[in-house]
């Protein structure tokens, strides 16, 4: 092989190598986001019962909330609101927490599903549909308990 036929064929390869990642990316990129509103639930459980597992032994709440791929499965949490804000992303958050609880459960909504809790007040008890982004945990550093953490949440009827 003469050396302009090594370099045409490496340069080939280079730019079909670069087609096929390229696409890949793009496929990854503009996958559709998992639509945790309309999948089935997998837990149904109270906002002082799972904040109780992941304090008593995170690795096992962990094995059972999560998926081998560590993909939150689909939980419903029952608790009386202790309050309502709004994030920097101008998305509602609701926090379950009892009074003398050391960590709550904290309930990210989406712009989608923002509307469902305008109507909802503190006291007053609900469901909310979500998957875990993490669970309650004690900081030492900062010297506080961390709430479980659900998101892409909407309010059960």
Do not use: W
Not at 4 to 26: D, E, P, Q, R, W
Not at 39 to 53: G, K, M, N, P, R
């Amino acid at each position: 092989m003469t050396k302009n036929k090594i370099i045409k064929s490496t340069l080939t390869i280079l730019v079909v190598g670069v087609l096929i990642v390229s696409g890949i990316a793009y496929y990854m990129f503009n996958m559709p986001h998992r639509n945790v509103q309309n999948t089935s639930t997998d837990y149904q459980l109270t906002a002082t019962s799972i904040v109780d597992e992941y304090l008593k032994d995170p690795n096992l709440a962990n094995d059972k909330y999560l998926d081998d791929e560590g993909e939150s499965k689909i939980i419903e949490i029952t608790g009386e609101i202790a309050n309502i804000s709004t994030d920097f992303n101008n998305q509602k958050v609701i926090l379950f927490k009892d009074e003398n609880a050391k960590a709550g459960v904290t309930c990210t909504f989406t712009q989608k599903t923002n509307e469902s809790i305008s109507s909802l007040k503190e006291g007053q008890s609900v469901t909310v549909k979500g998957v875990i982004r993490a669970g309650a945990n004690y900081d030492e550093d900062l010297e506080m308990y961390e709430n479980v953490i659900l998101e892409k949440c909407s309010l059960i009827n």
